[in-house]
């Protein structure tokens, strides 16, 4: 069996198995191609269907095609799209740069704040109403006991540690010296009341084999990743004051696929061009333990 | 800062091999320094990474290690051990490697297992100066009970020994002894200084003695593991989806093929249910349409006949050799919880998509994995020991012995939420008196001067007996239930209807936090029940909602020597055989409620009956 068509069972496996086993189920959607290529296993897992809402995080800070084609998506695909935001750290203005916060204060307030509680229920979920196309207060307000998030283990340090299943205590720690044993594709499906699962699908997969699949299924990315005209384009997206395009003449995925095979990127970190990601030793696997992506 | 990432599998695509290599060892051999010197010696680290980690240990004024590169957690840099698995990334002109760096220090065990499973072939580190310890053995054992057939040994820190032969061979023979024991053939011993490079990307100038090849060079000798063909179909069943509310009427029986092939129009038995029908379609999103499925493949079909299939159950293909089937199970485990592995205690074992309550049942060998110095009179498992046992699940499970097959042949136990262990299965052990079966040492030991059965029969005039309504619509159960106490009661017998929310309320309100346990304990506190409203004389009526057929046996051998009648209102889960009365789903409850009283009438259970 091929190698994308091996990883490719190998997540399907584990969403069936995360619907299975998991009671409220949500999967994080961030726009970016990895999300984008777990919403499309999904529909692979479940013959067309996406049996769980998708949530993402609007920091108001996102490049604006990206929520254009999140929404575009949405209809098409008739997703159940939930939408969360930390309003009051926008209203009071605490961000970055605009705001009073620097870049890892502003991503901890906008991403990891706002996740937590959207996933708890503590805070109000948009829901896309399919009817009229608007967002609506979701009156779903249960917590999410396990969230699919589409990490994979090269992406950093601290993500290479990862597992498949992924256990969270109430308030969101990831315990990263005492995770559970996982071998013979068996996961940690069983948990006490109270803590959360994050589960890994794209674990084992890497940049390049993203883009192969994305080629090989023809499934439509958000068109930020490819140079439109001004010889960059974004390698990895976020929100555009800690974003940075790379130089780049790539304007289709063959030609990305291409450009990685080339080793054009080999010695540059994928997230290179994520400016939080350097503010000092050890600040972005913190951000993970409290919940970050 | 981050201190690894950036594969370099980058070059070509999707053509190249890609392997998982694990890397094991004991603490302190020189696990990290092998990887480290790998990535670096391969061009594998981003740019300037080097350079940075050694500016980091000169400003700290520290020595600067090969390691560092890979203990990207910062409490792992502080104790400077490996706590969990790193994942890291090189490739060689041959193929592109995934090196797993698993941690030596013994309460890792459960990290270098789950590190160490997801390989197919590993490097054990040994060091040549402190020689064989605790842990080069362990892993070397837990190496090969995880199924990783294909292992080099580096022997380590040559350079510390004065690039000593005597020293290499020493350790050579004594670990090869400590290997054939376990029937492991070891690929190569190489010897090594990973801090200096010595034998790992070149030949050494220090050991010119050794005419081996290189670290590099035997990775590069390992095989990719071919599944062995024409093995008998296995697809463990995950799920069943019927997505009706999108518009979407089929019944798609989801699994991932874990053995062989099937094709449309095969008959698929599936196991341990025994039900057969014709695989009727394959079902994909957005694939070519197809008429096999084969291994590896994450899919799902459909069925000709509408059988009642669940997930856990393996479907293989009629006429190909059958998996085991039966609720013992003899295996050599390896124990990795911090509570012991002891009898009497309840556990969930998962095997492919299967999960049932297990207890263990027996224990013959206990064995230490670093000395394989065994005990045999012991009836529990400490943490850390492997051991051959003998499991009772509490509904039959179907399985295959991991000699024959791998995937459907080994199971986890879950103990306390968390993976506790791990097991392989060795054999079927055939029937054995179950935990279960206990009613006949207790009638034995019953004081004479008690009331006997015969007794109770003469003045209440009924059987005693359990009878259970079973079917989908709770409500409509209940109902007919509580109809049927009333008429009996009215005709003057001694009867009575354990509510199922009186037993959710008091006698299984414990229950309630544990999900896992709840049904397979309600049949069981239910049986019991069942035993003590006989033993009194009484007609008693339950409502359960949807059992199966090994629900229903299981019932009844709890139960015993009451016995159990069985009234199906629709259910589609439980084979007709086990039925005494069967009718539909929606029957007019004063019909349903006749129908069994009749029944009761024909069976004898009520006797003298007078209208």
């Not at chain 2, 010197?37 to 980690?53: H, I, M, Y």
């Not at chain 2, 100038?205 to 008998?232: C, M, N, S």
Request: proline content about 4%; charged content about 25%; glycine content about 8%.
């Amino acid at each position: 069996m091929d190698r994308l068509r091996a990883l490719e069972a190998q997540s399907v496996y584990i969403l069936r198995e995360a619907y299975r086993q998991l009671e409220h189920l949500a999967m994080l959607w961030s726009i970016g191609k990895d999300s984008t290529v777990l919403l499309w296993l999904a529909k692979k897992a479940f013959f067309g269907h996406v049996p769980f809402p998708l949530v993402h995080i609007d920091t108001s800070f996102k490049l604006p095609e990206m929520i254009a084609y999140r929404d575009r998506l949405a209809r098409e695909w008739k997703l159940t799209m939930i939408v969360g935001q930390n309003t009051a750290a926008l209203r009071e203005n605490r961000s970055f740069p605009a705001g009073t916060l620097d870049r890892i204060s502003c991503c901890r307030e906008l991403k990891t704040e706002a996740l937590r509680n959207t996933l708890s229920g503590e805070w109000p979920r948009l829901r896309l109403d399919h009817q009229t196309g608007q967002y609506v207060k979701d009156a779903d307000a249960r917590p999410y006991t396990g969230v699919i998030v589409g990490v994979r283990a090269d992406e950093e340090g601290s993500r290479s540690k990862e597992r498949y299943f992924s256990p969270r205590t109430r308030d969101n720690d990831w315990d990263v010296g005492d995770q559970p044993p996982e071998f013979w594709n068996q996961y940690k499906t069983d948990f006490a009341p109270g803590t959360h699962v994050r589960v890994h699908p794209l674990l084992d997969w890497t940049e390049l084999a993203i883009w192969e699949y994305i080629e090989l299924e023809s499934i439509p990315v958000v068109d930020l990743y490819f140079d439109r005209g001004a010889g960059q384009r974004y390698r990895s997206l976020g929100c555009y004051p800690c974003t940075q395009p790379v130089e780049s003449t790539a304007r289709t995925v063959s030609d990305i696929v291409r450009e990685l095979r080339t080793g054009k990127f080999v010695n540059i970190a994928e997230r290179a061009g994520r400016a939080q990601d350097k503010d000092g030793g050890g600040t972005l696997e913190q951000l993970r333990r409290d919940g970050y992506m | 800062m981050t201190l690894i990432s950036t594969p370099v599998s980058l070059r070509e695509g999707r053509g190249r091999e890609q392997m998982n290599v694990v890397i094991l060892g004991h603490v302190d051999h020189g696990k990290s320094t092998v990887v480290g010197r790998l990535l670096a010696d391969t061009g594998s680290l981003p740019e300037g990474k080097l350079e940075q980690v050694r500016r980091t240990c000169q400003a700290n004024a520290k020595p600067f290690e090969y390691a560092f590169l890979l203990d990207a957690l910062k409490d792992e840099q502080s104790q400077g051990i490996t706590i969990d698995t790193a994942r890291c990334f090189f490739k060689t002109a041959l193929r592109d490697y995934v090196i797993i760096d698993a941690p030596g220090h013994v309460e890792f065990l459960k990290n270098m297992v789950t590190g160490a499973s997801r390989a197919e072939a590993a490097l054990l580190v040994i060091d040549a100066k402190e020689g064989i310890q605790e842990n080069s053995r362990r892993h070397g054992f837990m190496a090969s009970m995880l199924g990783i057939r294909q292992l080099v040994v580096l022997v380590n820190k040559m350079d510390l020994v004065g690039w000593d032969q005597g020293v290499f061979r020493r350790v050579e023979a004594e670990y090869s002894a400590f290997l054939a024991e376990i029937a492991v053939r070891p690929e190569a011993f190489v010897p090594i200084s990973a801090l200096g490079g010595d034998n790992l990307a070149s030949a050494s100038e220090h050991l010119r003695w050794y005419p081996g090849l290189t670290v590099l060079q035997t990775i590069d000798r390992f095989e990719k593991q071919r599944p062995a063909e024409h093995q008998p179909f296995r697809m463990p069943v995950q799920a069943v989806y019927k997505f009706t509310e999108s518009g979407d009427a089929r019944r798609i029986v989801a699994g991932t093929v874990v053995a062989g092939s099937a094709q449309v129009g095969q008959t698929l038995v599936f196991h341990p249910s025994g039900k057969r029908t014709r695989l009727k379609s394959v079902e994909g999103f957005a694939e070519p349409a197809r008429t096999s499925i084969g291994l590896g493949e994450a899919t799902g079909v459909t069925l000709e006949q509408q059988v009642y299939v669940t997930p856990g159950e393996i479907a293989c293909v009629e006429g190909e050799a059958p998996p085991e089937v039966g609720s013992f199970l003899r295996a050599s485990v390896f124990w990795l919880g911090r509570k012991p592995l002891v009898q009497g205690k309840r556990y969930k074992l998962k095997l492919a998509t299967a999960a049932t309550t297990a207890f263990l049942r027996q224990v013959s060998r206990v064995v230490d994995a670093s000395e394989l110095s065994s005990t045999t009179t012991r009836s529990h498992v400490e943490r850390h020991e492997v051991a051959d046992c003998v499991f009772e699940t509490v509904r039959p499970i179907a399985y295959d012995l991991a000699a024959t097959q791998l995937d459907t042949g080994r199971f986890v136990i879950v103990d306390d939420y968390e993976i506790a262990g791990g097991g392989i299965l060795l054999a079927n052990p055939g029937e054995m008196r179950s935990l279960f079966d206990h009613s006949e040492s207790e009638a034995n030991a019953a004081p004479s001067a008690r009331v006997s059965r015969g007794e109770r029969l003469a003045r209440l005039r009924q059987q005693p007996k359990l009878v259970v309504l079973t079917g989908p619509d709770r409500s409509s159960i209940e109902h007919i239930a509580a109809r049927l106490e009333r008429e009996l009661f009215a005709s003057g017998r001694f009867v009575y209807f354990v509510a199922p929310e009186q037993l959710r309320s008091g006698l299984e309100a414990d229950l309630l936090a544990q999900p896992d346990v709840r049904r397979d304990e309600h049949l069981r506190r239910l049986g019991e029940l069942a035993r003590l409203f006989a033993d009194a004389g009484c007609v008693l009526i339950a409502a359960t909602e949807s059992l199966d057929t090994a629900e229903a046996r299981q019932l009844r051998r709890i139960a015993a020597p009451s016995e159990v009648l069985l009234v199906g209102l629709g259910d589609e889960r439980i084979d007709e055989a086990e039925l005494a009365l069967s009718m539909e789903r929606a029957e007019d409850p004063v019909a349903a409620t006749r129908r069994i009283h009749g029944l009761l009438v024909e069976q004898r259970v009520l006797q003298d009956y007078e209208i």
